[in-house]
């Protein structure tokens, strides 16, 4: 449930109030057997609900005609209760302020810079147990566990030429706290158990650098197209819990990009286009993600090489069209390699490693699509 009230007090203020509430809940049970004997898991059936409330205010301030001042503060209460191997119940406060500075020089250029505390939300799944059948690993769930939260230093560059174009730089530098990344959990049945879980590390940080540019090819002899590409860079830094080492954060995709060209044949009542993409681009969770997973006793590494995707849509009446798409025409290779080691990684040698290798095959689609 949410409200919002907004008040323009002058042409040149703005002040705005919003409240929030949201009740989450996940029921969930799970079982481990191994060549028929049970294994206990830890919080296998647990139970886990939260409610929640946010209120926020901020005023926007137009100083002058090129610049403006946005100042926003942010409550954030919770209280999550969790009933698996333990009934554990917390309450979380939260002040998340916020300071955005827009400065516009000229209709061409704009300039903004955002300070902020922001809050995660916590995934629900992460305090329950699963297992990866593909890896031959099993996850337990983790009812300690408290948002991410970060302080945000952003800064953007937009600039606009030959009517359509663009041109976006963001720089964005988090200082994070609570990291969640993987933990080892000890089971209450059994100490000398031992499964891997979500859970908070400390702290950490993450750079990204983000790129975004879109040209309109008509002053470059093709009518009625657009090119664009984007692409985001991350660095990514914690504290390994195992090992005490510095390494990237887990399930971090540093580098994802796309080319994609786009042209109106408004001439024949038709349009192309073709991306070059990596496989995360549009989805941070389909497979083939180029990835690691830090674990206690186990890294996962996953690299996927791009693909291409195409389209050509037909339509020879206002109502009637013809689409044909092929995604994946590279047939992309998709490699994972898995460490396994006798135990913690800080104390036990790698036992044997698991170096799979695949190649996906290319999809083509037709569709007749008829509006009455």
């Known amino acids: 449930m949410r409200t919002n009230l907004r008040d323009a007090a002058t042409p040149n203020l703005t002040a705005e109030f919003s409240a929030e509430g949201a009740y989450n809940w996940l029921t969930t049970t799970s079982a481990f057997l191994y060549n028929s004997a049970p294994i206990p898991l830890p919080n296998a059936v647990a139970t886990v609900s939260e409610i929640r409330d946010q209120v926020l205010g901020h005023i926007t301030w137009s100083v002058r005609p090129s610049l403006e001042l946005d100042l926003g503060l942010q409550v954030e209460d919770s209280k999550i209760a969790s009933e698996a191997d333990t009934r554990q119940s917390k309450t979380l406060h939260y002040l998340k302020p916020r ?13 903004r810079f955002r300070v902020e505390h922001e809050v995660g939300q916590l995934d629900f799944s992460d305090f329950v147990a699963s297992s990866s059948l593909d890896t031959g690993s099993i996850r337990s769930g983790n009812t300690n566990i408290v948002p991410q939260q970060d302080w945000a230093f952003e800064s953007v560059y937009e600039r606009h030429f030959w009517g359509e174009g663009d ?16 933990v080892p959990v000890y089971t209450t049945s059994g100490p000398a158990s031992v499964f891997d879980a979500p859970g908070n590390i400390g702290a950490g940080s993450e750079e990204a650098a983000i790129a975004s540019v879109t040209v309109p090819t008509d002053r470059i002899a ?9 692409a ?28 994609s060209f786009r042209q109106d044949l408004s001439r024949w009542h038709a349009d192309w286009g073709a991306a070059f993409v990596t496989p995360c681009f549009t989805s941070s969770t389909v497979k083939g993600c180029s990835e690691s997973q830090y674990r206690f006793d186990e890294v996962d590494n996953y690299r996927a090489l791009p693909t291409i995707n ?10 009637l069209s013809f689409r044909i798409e092929t995604d994946n025409l590279l047939r992309q290779r998709y490699n994972r390699v898995v460490n396994i080691y006798g135990g913690p990684r800080n104390a036990f040698p790698l036992s044997y490693q698991d170096d799979r290798s695949l190649t996906s095959a290319a999809s083509v689609l037709f569709s007749l699509r008829k509006t009455f």
């Open 99 to 111: 300071f955005t500075l827009t400065f516009k020089p000229n209709s061409a250029n704009n300039l």
């Open 167 to 182: 041109i976006m730089l963001t720089y964005r530098h988090l200082l994070i706290e609570d990291a969640i990344d993987r």
């Open 222 to 230: 093709i009518k009625h197209g657009q090119l664009k590409l984007v």
């Open 232 to 259: 985001t860079r991350l660095w990514t830094s914690v504290t390994d819990p195992t090992t005490g080492a510095i390494r990237p954060i887990s399930g971090i995709n540093q580098f994802e990009y796309s080319v």
């Open 310 to 319: 195409a389209f050509a849509e037909y339509q020879p009446r206002k109502r």
